[in-house]
């Protein structure tokens, strides 16, 4: 049984478990102690002392995010002094940060301009400080603004903990200490991969993603463009925390009818371009595996991991799937087969991808993926951003009435869907390769092996009596585990799975700011809600995607089917090799 | 004037680059002495001679030994705090200069009594011209069997590595100090956990201050002069350094509850010009500040404690009518604005804004809010700093607030008065 301790806070007793720190015991008693660097998911640093209580027998404040409760332990949260004390911090980080919170990408969802209201932070008594610094901005995924930085330090946790890149550090120190990349260096010569994390977890301004959505309003203004949009499987079931809603709400259709009002010609799904994705891919797996070429297959529809093979495993990206991601493959039938059957020239086809990514805004700007000298994709949008686009036409999201995507390329199954959680690639190519190569659906369609929130899942599915090995991988720093031990020659897998991101695209880089682990299980949750809930939950069975075939692509691997759904990688230099 | 040499009791009597001139004056006889006790009789030595650590913060030392020794992780090691970062401090670098074989004999003898399997130097960059002779000293221990494989026959190993630090003050604080010799960025952690549990490379860790060390061989040897000297509440000798506007600077060895008088007009040999004192800052930049109202007050830990003023490392820095009190402190300040590793908001934001009052206060352009936002700021600094660089910043600021009063006084007072 675990240990229980008794303290109080502000006089009222709390019964915790042993171990639990001053601020989630103050949370039992719906205390909510103000706090700048504590991150739910990471481990402490207990750098910004906001959350400085007052304890009785110390003589000085201690940090609540940092220090664990015992039995009989006096806490204070609102004595003169701390107050004096965490105020005094505030207006000690707003003097040394650019004020420009009207201008700014995180007006109104700032942590810092949160404190600032809750503690009546107005104009203090001391001198502004803050230095300009240059913005690095000449990557397509993500902006790093110093001058708002707090330097809580999350982001570098992230980066180092979670994804094992340390393209970001502190260097400096005083007033001097910045968060910064080796050398000052731009993203793009570093070791970043643009996976976005570090945008999720900034609690202010500093780490944002590229903004497009002024580009897409554009489009839609143009009278010639035709302006299509997909949204991807993830964004339905985070959508709704902007709104109010509880973790993992599922606003497929709400979704829809605001994209709708926005502006958007066409509505139309992600989950269809998965179904593609999942049909081609496990046509290439069948492929490998039957005539011996570069095994184990890895997964290619990260484009955050993509990025981390070219930059850190460029001897290994042979294994990556050569079909592409579900946003491309979209966008490459909707540039060419779509606007042929439409009508539309192919350049006033304007292909807009929403996605839980800012990785994707860089996969969009990939010469591989384009056509005659047309980006397939012509702008990659957050949710976080389409969240900005509904706020600015004002639409109130709440009381939507529901409405359905577009066909044909809106019609998707269930395998789809469950591409946003980390194993259900996997799961969905499991489905349709098993039927391919047995003849026979899967016993259970529901492979629970690969389900969970565990960084490294290994399963055998035995098909048509082959052995099939498989693994499940989130996070990149758990994906360097599996790469080191292929680059060893110690990985006997058949097909692995890798998602960037904490919990796969549902806890993606360019989800909402409120995204915590917690949330993204509840929105794996939802995920697996709609694939139980889909009628048809096999990819290769997406009608629409059949009559593609039939007339347009042929069949899964065919030449057409290779020169538009598939792509390559190339190895990329890094500028510096730590490594060394 | 009462002149000892307890500490110092080697200095000068032997070749510091050999051991057997060493041993030929005794050394290595404590270590001797040493392994035939037990660890915790060793820290009861030094419980019972009152040693509080010599670096600045005091700790009681005989403690510290057995707090270490009861972790029961393996593993253990011992490290020599000589950053010796602290403003107008310099007795380590005595002892290191004179008597570097007694700090190794003392690094061995602590490593036998909290069991540990490592000991490690870390000396200030400033230091590296001393380093020969540590590099000597401990080769020629090891070849001698004090240090290595087996030591003495006794089946322990045991061996001392040599650190040098790259100029940050905040790395004499034990946290940033670990890090440092780990390879990282000089700057403090949070504790827990403490370093007794968790410290360099994650061993259980005992970190004492250079002259802390020093004294041990001595007062295995012959306790009885120590035990004799000083007060009853401060037992024994200290190193102090004294600095500023003397006419003899220099590092002396004093018996606590001699007068600071006696120190500075004595053994520093008083005032340059005979010049009045301005204020006096005793154990670095992170010691308070007094008038001369405390020249005739014992040099002693409690007398200090009653005059809110520490003893702390040991420096004694004498500031003579020349230099106003408001340029001392922008100075002091400037030291800590530098210093500051910069992690958390109030010391690293805290510093530079109360340069800013202190120079607007210079300039008289400061107003009656300023005195009061810079009085809160000291006190939050303080309060809530991670380390104890943060935690101590504005102790000469703070202790000035109450000797000096004059120097923040109300602004429409002086106008009133003036």
Not at chain 1, 287 to 295: A, E, H, Q
Not at chain 2, 25 to 44: C, P, T, Y
Not at chain 2, 101 to 130: C, K, P, Q, T
Not at chain 2, 380 to 387: A, E, G, R, W, Y
Request: proline share 4%.
């Amino acid at each position: 049984m675990e240990e229980k301790i008794t303290l109080k806070i502000n006089g009222m007793p709390v019964e915790v478990k042993k171990g639990t720190k001053i601020l989630e015991a103050a949370k039992v008693l719906h205390i909510d102690i103000p706090h700048l660097c504590y991150h739910p998911d990471q481990r402490v640093k207990a750098r910004c002392r906001i959350c400085s209580v007052e304890v009785v027998g110390k003589k000085r404040l201690l940090a609540a995010c940092a220090t664990e409760c015992w039995d009989g332990m006096e806490v204070f949260t609102d004595t003169k002094v701390v107050r004096d004390t965490q105020r005094g911090i505030l207006q000690l980080i707003m003097a040394d940060h650019e004020e420009n919170c009207l201008t700014c990408p995180r007006n109104g969802n700032c942590v810092l301009q949160h404190l600032c209201s809750r503690f009546n932070v107005l104009r203090p008594n001391l001198t502004h400080v803050a230095e300009s610094i240059p913005v690095k901005t000449t990557n397509p995924s993500l902006v790093h603004d110093p001058e708002k930085c707090v330097k809580c330090g999350r982001c570098i946790r992230v980066c180092k903990d979670v994804q094992g890149i340390e393209a970001i550090g502190f260097a400096g120190r005083s007033t001097g200490l910045k968060v910064t990349t080796p050398y000052e260096e731009e993203f793009n010569k570093t070791d970043c991969v643009l996976c976005g994390q570090c945008t999720v977890v900034c609690p202010v301004g500093a780490l944002v993603e590229k903004d497009d959505t002024d580009r897409v309003l554009d489009a839609i203004f143009d009278p010639d463009k035709t302006v299509i949009v997909q949204t991807a499987p993830s964004v339905r079931v985070a959508l709704g925390d902007a709104f109010g809603l509880p973790d993992g709400s599922i606003v497929t259709k709400k979704m829809v009818s605001a994209l709708r009002m926005i502006g958007f010609d066409k509505v139309f799904d992600t989950n269809y371009g998965a179904d593609l994705t999942i049909t081609e891919e496990a046509g290439e797996l069948i492929d490998r595996l039957k005539n011996n070429k570069t095994m184990p297959m890895t997964t290619s529809c990260c484009p955050a991991w993509v990025n981390f093979m070219e930059k850190h495993y460029p001897d290994k990206i042979a294994h990556l799937s050569t079909t592409k991601s579900p946003m491309a493959i979209f966008s490459a039938i909707a540039k060419t087969q779509y606007a042929k059957q439409e009508n539309i020239a192919s350049k006033n086809v304007f292909s807009v991808a929403i996605m839980p990514c800012i990785a994707k805004k860089y996969e969009a700007k990939r010469q591989e993926l384009t056509q005659n000298g047309l980006f397939d994709t012509d702008a990659v949008i957050t949710t976080r951003g389409l969240i900005k686009l509904i706020k600015y036409i004002g639409i109130d999201f709440n009381n939507l009435p529901e409405s359905e995507f577009d066909n044909p390329m809106g019609e998707s199954t269930g395998a789809g869907a469950i591409f946003g959680a980390t194993g259900g690639v996997m799961e969905a190519a499991l489905r349709t390769a098993y039927e391919w190569m047995t003849d026979k659906p899967m016993p259970t369609l529901e492979y629970t092996p690969v389900r969970g929130f565990e960084g490294i899942k290994e399963a055998q599915v035995e098909i048509g009596g082959h052995n099939l090995k498989i693994a499940v991988v989130h996070t990149l720093k758990n994906a360097a585990l599996i790469m080191d031990k292929l680059r060893d020659g110690k990985c006997d897998y058949d097909f692995i799975e890798v998602m960037a991101c904490p919990g796969g695209c549902v806890g993606g880089g360019g989800q909402p700011v409120t995204t915590t682990f917690a949330a993204t299980k509840e929105r794996i949750k939802a995920l697996y809600t709609i694939d139980r809930s889909s009628k048809l939950r096999k990819s290769h069975e997406n009608p629409y995607l059949k009559k593609l075939y039939a007339e347009f692509l042929e069949a899964p691997g065919s030449e057409t089917a290779h020169k538009l759904l598939h792509t390559h990688y190339h190895a990329r230099e890094k500028e510096f090799d730590f490594s060394k | 004037m009462q002149k000892i040499n307890y500490i110092t009791e080697n200095f000068g009597k032997y070749d510091v680059f050999s051991i057997d001139s060493y041993m030929n004056i005794g050394g290595f006889q404590s270590l001797q002495k040493a392994i035939d006790m037990e660890g915790e009789d060793i820290a009861a030595v030094l419980s019972d001679a009152g040693i509080k650590g010599r670096g600045g913060a005091e700790y009681p030392m005989g403690r510290k030994w057995s707090q270490a020794r009861a972790v029961k992780r393996p593993h253990h090691c011992v490290i020599c705090n000589a950053d010796e970062g602290e403003t107008c401090t310099f007795k380590d670098r005595e002892l290191i200069t004179n008597d570097p074989f007694n700090l190794i004999e003392a690094m061995v003898i602590a490593g036998w009594a909290v069991n540990a399997e490592d000991g490690y130097i870390y000396m200030r960059a400033e230091y590296s011209h001393l380093r020969p002779r540590l590099i000597n000293a401990i080769k020629q221990a090891k070849e001698r069997g004090f240090l290595g494989k087996n030591i003495l026959g006794t089946g322990w190993d045991y061996d001392v590595h040599l650190y040098s630090g790259a100029g940050a003050y905040v790395c004499g604080e034990g946290t940033a100090l670990i890090r440092s010799i780990e390879g990282k960025a000089g700057r403090p952690r949070m504790k827990p956990p403490f370093m007794k549990q968790s410290g360099l490379f994650a061993r259980p860790t005992c970190i004492n201050n250079v002259e802390s060390l020093s004294i041990v061989p001595h007062l295995l040897h012959d306790a009885v002069p120590y035990m004799q000297a000083g007060t009853k509440e401060s037992i024994g000798t200290k190193m102090v350094s004294v600095g500023g506007n003397v006419n003899k600077p220099g590092v002396y060895e004093v018996p606590f509850g001699i007068t600071v008088r006696d120190i500075v007009y004595g053994l520093a040999g008083g005032i340059q010009e005979d010049h009045k004192i301005r204020l006096i800052q005793f154990g670095g930049a992170s010691g308070k500040i007094s008038d001369d109202r405390i020249l005739d007050i014992s040099y002693s830990y409690e007398d200090f404690a009653k005059n809110n003023l520490i003893i702390g490392s040991g420096s004694i820095l004498v500031i003579d009518e020349r230099t106003s009190v408001i340029d001392f402190l922008r100075y002091t300040q400037d030291f800590f604005l530098h210093e500051s590793c910069g992690q958390c908001t109030p010391c690293r934001e805290g510093n530079r804004h109360i340069r800013i009052f202190l120079e607007k206060i210079k300039n008289g352009t400061y107003t009656d809010e300023d005195i009061q936002t810079m009085k809160t700021f000291a006190r939050v600094m303080p309060m809530s700093s991670l380390c104890g660089l943060g935690e101590t910043a504005q102790n000469a600021l703070k202790s000035a607030f109450d000797v000096f009063p004059e120097v923040f006084a109300s602004k429409t007072q002086t106008e009133a008065v003036g």
